[in-house]
């Protein structure tokens, strides 16, 4: 394997790419009911001003924005041009004028003094070096009493594919590795219990989230289209030759064909909790 290539200033280890944004929106498409139900028992509501802290393309961005309507507010924080970019676009296009998209690096943990009402936070942590800092610095951003409503990963390993693919879990490995190599954690979920209370969080729920699917789910598609994202990404950063990438491919287009194929998903962990 050759070594992994660095990443570039406002990259991510997933990539900012055109397939990485239209996979982002679909990914919340599976989500949105989930994240919905969350931000409704985190008291999210009309006139509130909220952080989406990693905002990506801005898919949940305008959920938020249309949860606190004309007389509140969204604050986005993210660190890729690109996806700001792509941001901006879709609020000019369905003239919504409640969000204030801001480029900021999250591994700086810089978040403005704001005293927010609440914050959402997706898969964030994970892919950064220093996520207790990112944590200290959304405590500062918000007012005592604010929700913060987190979604990430505490077992990313449950990932497979049953009949068991001994080239899928490779496949996992690699992406988990990636993740460390530049960093991150995919597991931070376990950390995030210890470390929340710590930082002046008091915890309200906790609540695992796995599923269990065949490819005639909708949830199926979250998942698998991040295979060939995945794929593609590892090959560019060095983790896999394109002969490996093509029989991997190949496998998991095999067992997807395949309707009693199961997909275990990678475990999530959705916390509520409330600033002191």
């Known amino acids: 394997m050759a070594q992994p290539a660095a990443l570039a200033k406002g990259d991510y280890v997933l990539g900012t790419q055109d397939v990485e944004v239209e996979r982002l929106g679909l990914q919340h498409l599976v ?3 989930r994240a919905s139900d969350a931000w409704r028992r985190a008291g999210f509501t009309v006139g509130q001003h909220l952080l ?19 007389s509140g507010k969204v604050t986005a924080f993210d660190r890729s041009p690109k996806f700001l970019d792509v941001l901006r676009a879709r609020l000019d296009r369905q003239s919504v004028r409640n969000v204030e998209p801001i480029e900021l690096d999250l591994e700086l943990g810089a978040i403005p003094k704001l005293d927010a009402d609440g914050a959402w936070c997706r898969w964030v942590f994970a892919f950064l070096s220093r996520p207790r800092d990112l944590l200290k610095a ?18 990313y390993a449950s990932w497979r594919l049953a009949p068991r693919q001994p080239g899928f879990e490779e496949f996992v490995k690699l992406v988990m590795s990636s993740w460390r190599q530049s960093g991150g954690e995919p597991d ?30 909708f949830v199926w598609q979250w998942p698998s289209t991040f295979v060939d994202v995945g794929l593609s990404r590892l090959l560019e950063l060095g983790y896999l030759t394109a002969d490996r990438v093509r029989e991997i491919r190949e496998m998991f287009q095999r067992v997807e064909s395949e309707p009693d194929t199961r997909m275990i998903t990678p ?10």
């Open 31 to 33: 989500w949105r009911p």
């Open 138 to 155: 959304i405590h500062g951003a918000l007012r005592p009493g604010a929700t913060l409503v987190v979604y990430e990963y505490f077992n």
């Open 267 to 276: 475990g999530v962990l959705e916390i509520i909790a409330t600033r002191l």
């Open 52 to 70: 989406d802290v990693g905002c990506g393309p801005g898919y949940a961005t305008l959920d938020l924005a249309a949860i606190v309507g004309s």
């Open 188 to 217: 931070v979920g376990v950390e995030l219990m210890s470390w929340l209370p710590q930082e002046g969080f008091a915890i309200r729920e906790l609540r695992p989230i796995v599923d269990v699917v065949t490819p005639r789910d």
